[in-house]
């Protein structure tokens, strides 16, 4: 475009019938003019341009602010849960541990009568091991639970008792309840 405008502004001179020492120096001055023109269009571009790198850093900035600020939030929030749900879990553990340990405390070694069933094979004479029995406050039976295991020894059922026939109940407990067949 600068060409045109030069050679347009020519074609004027000579039209004008400039004298040729005067056209020279117009022209001159014209594409000083021009030039100066040229440059200050091309200052303003590059500020225009810069200004536009400016506001898109700006805005890039400001939504990676923006975004930063949300993922920041959704952090909080996830470790007030997970807090919240260890919390939870620690006080149901210390509850649970707690009524673990005070059913422990109230479970006590105890020599406890049998009623007639299949468990009062504990009162047959174990020789030489020994076995203690336990009340569990769990169970709501009466049936009683081995500590102490009796090995390789068999376990005689009560009806094989030692040198007697035992035909009724009443003479199983008879023999039960002597001093010398309780082991505990």
């Known amino acids: 475009m600068?060409?045109?405008?030069?050679k347009q502004f020519r074609q004027q001179l000579i039209m004008n019938k400039t004298s040729s020492e005067e056209e020279k120096k117009l022209i001159k001055k014209f594409e000083?003019?021009?030039y100066e023109r040229y440059r200050i269009h091309e200052e303003r571009l590059k500020e225009k341009h810069y200004q536009l790198i400016e506001n898109l850093h700006s805005k890039h900035q400001a939504t990676r602010n923006e975004l930063l600020f949300v993922q920041r939030q959704k952090l909080e929030q996830c470790i007030e849960y997970e807090t919240r749900k260890l919390q939870e879990l620690q006080s149901t553990f210390e509850s649970?541990?707690?009524e673990f340990r005070n059913t422990?405390?109230?479970?006590?070694l105890q020599s406890i009568s049998l009623p007639y069933s299949n468990g009062t094979f504990l009162r047959t004479q174990l020789k030489p091991f020994a076995t203690t029995v336990v009340r569990s406050p769990v169970l709501s039976s009466h049936a009683p639970v081995i500590l102490r295991s009796t090995g390789?020894?068999?376990?005689?059922?009560?009806?094989?008792?030692p040198n007697n026939d035992l035909n009724n109940d009443e003479q199983f407990w008879a023999i039960s309840n002597a001093s010398d067949n309780i082991l505990f």
Not at 2 to 6: E, P, V, W
Not at 152 to 161: A, D, F, K, L, Q
């Open 2 to 6: 600068q060409k045109t405008r030069t």
């Open 104 to 108: 422990q405390k109230t479970r006590k």
């Open 32 to 34: 000083t003019d021009e």
């Open 96 to 98: 649970d541990w707690m």
């Open 152 to 161: 390789s020894h068999r376990i005689p059922s009560w009806h094989t008792w």
